[in-house]
């Protein structure tokens, strides 16, 4: 159930499969930036190619806003990230 | 057959004949399609031939998902023996011209010989000519397409050469769908070196598959899969220029000759200033939902140019230090026009600036002409120059290590490049694997073999161990869609599950190969075009596998790897590690039982005759 002050995060890719999960509701601790938001889900912020923001392209230092749908965008997707 | 079109077009231009000969289903079975096809075909009929001369062949080669309804199956290879590093060479292009092909009735068409004046080749399903060029001869390559199809209709797929590749400038590219190239490997000018100045094509047959109902559904899967992935939308918008910043965040975006993995003038050439500035529109190849082709128009020079996607921005823009997305464009789209391939050109002028910059040359060596970074006419100039082999073009034409044993003062440490194939987009110091995959690309320095960097990035940028199994595991999977004649962007950039394919080889063809059975393919490719190296480069070895002294002793200078470079015991000890696991000798030559292994015992046969392997 998402809480007043959570955003919607969205993982495509490989980083869904880093985070365990293709979408989740993250509690925002204070106001942390896009690269926070991804290592607070357990993707390392250098993973990320692209962030989006309700649909359009933010840095990596934006601070989302509560009930913001944050999408991360990992650099490469196909297999590249795990071992054998 | 299913999933091939079942015949090879052979075409001699010295004596002018064609003809047809059916596709082997050994061949078929044993090396699938497009880059196994290739490799084979040259291993068995290029030994000890001068890339550009008459006895070498020029191979164009789609497989068995080109031309059939999937995401994508659009590729089609360019091969030779290159004439870029006297090696077993391919590069592959999108666009349309491999489901053409095979719509026409062929998977592949062989050229040798040379014709005695410019041709092209003209073939519309069984009508094969070949025709006169002379009108062409000297026209961009664009150019040359574009009166092709005012000529031909545009339902013809053209493939074409420019100056450069006329003028044998040893990494000519060849063009095809206004914009689109197979850059790599010289294929242009083993083109030029035939007077081949083009190829158009158009067929009206259809590809039988084994299992319609199977590929429907699968290939309906990926589509939805493609089109529901939350990042589709960015690859619509900024394609693969999108890699820009994300490369020059992790410190791996080549910049002033790689001198540095970092660029400061970043912002003016990144997927906003593209979006904002310059693209105009998309451009899908054939069977695609990604459309990661961006079209682009520079107002302020009146030219229209296909991308510049990442490895040409990364190149042309932070290698040679243009900080504007304007002037990468346009230096793009000169390169189309000429025919060189961005990746190598980039270097060869960003070698040139550093040269002139440290004054191993100076005015009296370029003509009078300022060669400094940052400067797009210099650049411009310079193309121009290379791809007419005019003054010190001449030079830069062969390459940077050609160019660097010329000019010497210890410029061949700075000459970026492995194999004598200029190094692509990746600055490495800081990223162990994606090093070894440089290192031990079969076609010399190019990323498409392994692209292993977020690998690096996610297992630790210290650690080496692991990497070289990595790094074989990508150079099985990624060159076997080359093979099969399928995009490999739906599963690098959107995630799509292998399976898919998996599944997708029976439905296509009813060959009962596993995945698994298709990796071996891979890597008996893989095994194939090293042997072909070890019998074609008197000596060739180890010695062959190590990158320019800059990576190995001159720390990156700033950046996010400030401080990287990885010394030799540590490139020695990826290289002992790579050897092993790959059944390949401390000399970095295939074993005999590695060779029979992979069902290659005439390979080890040969090699072990002419004392090449025990």
Redesign the interface.
Known sequence: MASSNSVVVKLGGTLAELAGTKQLCVELPGEPTLAEVAALVGVAPNLVMLYAVNGTLRAADYRPSPGDEVLLIPAVAGGQLTGR | MNGYAGKILRVDLSTGKTWTEPVDPKLAREYLGGRGFAARLIYDEVKGAEALGPDNRLVLASGPFAGVFLPAGAKATFAAKSSATGLYGDANVGGHLAAELKYAGYDAIVFQGSADRPVYLFVDDETVQIRDASRLWGKGAIEAEVALKDELGEDYQIATIGPAGENLVKYACVGHDIGRQAGRTGAGAVMGSKRLKAIAVRGSQTVPVADIEALRRISKEMFLKVKA???L??WHD?GLG??C??AN??GAFPTRNFSSGYFEGIDGIDH?AMRERIIVGSKACFGCPMACGKFSRVKERGVWVEGPEYETTALIGGNCALNRIEDVAYANYVCDELGLDTISAGNVIGFAMECFQRGVIDERTTGGLAVRFGDVEAFVTLANRIARREGIGDLLADGVKQTAAVWGKGSESYAIQVKGLEWSGYESRGAPAMMLAYMTADIGAHHNRA?????D???GREKVE?KA??VI??QH?RPLFDCLGAC?LP??????D?KYYAELFPAVTGLDLSWEDLLQVSERVYNLTRAYAVREVPGFGRSHDYPPERFISEPVPDG?TAGSRIPRDTLDALLDDYYGLRGWDKTGRPTGVTLRRLGLGDVAEELAARGLVE
């Open positions: 992935d939350p990042g939308q960015v900024y999108s890699v910043s994300w965040s992790i906003h692209w292993a960097i977020t690998y990035i996610a297992q692991g199994a990595k595991d990508l999977v490999r599963w690098v950039e959107m995630g799509l292998l996010a």
